[in-house]
């Protein structure tokens, strides 16, 4: 598929059908990801492919679980609300597959040089926009494409991070790695409608 048609076609899948993605094309989506640039070519991030059924339930199971004990401490007014939200945080656990994209800090020589100027690593993270972060981001992104190039849906979710510290636990991720999204992959149930052309000039600005 033509880069630019896989940019355009790709959309967020949150339905799948039930087949399995072979792990062949699993390796296809990491060597995808693997392909982003990093900050110092660091290469900070990890994949974790998880299509087990009983461990998709228990990752569904922890979250739901937080929710609760976050909407019992809410007044009662905002409560249905919080709960409401729950299938948005939980879909993964409809896809045959979840691949747990893990990120770790990246520190610089200019993190040294700031550091040693006395800048609080706050104001270090608050200069700097996280670097390690976008590389991860830009891995992910490349996922996605990859993804829809093999005929494959995805949908990159953050929403469970709400129990991050939990599900890191229950998946042995320890430091410096964290998790820094889910991405739902499968097969798609749907078709979701034509994606709007974006007015660029609405987002770009030339400066001469």
Known sequence: MDLFDAIFARRSIRKFKPDPVPEDLVRRLVEAACAAPSPGNAHNRRFMAVSNRETLDKLKDIIEKKIQFIASNLPEEERASAGA??????????????????????????????????????????????????GT???????????????????????????????????????????????AAGYPDETPGARKVADVDKFLEFRK
């Not at 005929?151 to 998946?171: H, Q, V, Y």
Request: charged letters at 15%; aromatic letters at 8%.
């Open 137 to 183: 981001s830009a891995a992910i992104e490349n996922l996605l494409l990859a993804a829809t190039a093999l005929g494959l849906g995805s949908c990159w979710m953050t929403g469970p991070n709400i129990a991050r510290p939990d599900l890191e636990k229950f998946l042995s991720i320890e430091p410096p790695f964290s998790i820094a999204a889910f991405v």
């Open 85 to 134: 939200k729950l299938p948005y945080l939980t879909l993964f656990s409809g896809a045959p597959l979840v691949i747990v994209v893990l990120t770790s800090p990246y520190v610089s020589k200019v993190d040294e040089t700031l550091d040693h100027l006395g800048i609080s690593e706050v104001d270090r993270v608050m200069l700097r926009m996280w670097p390690g972060l976008q």
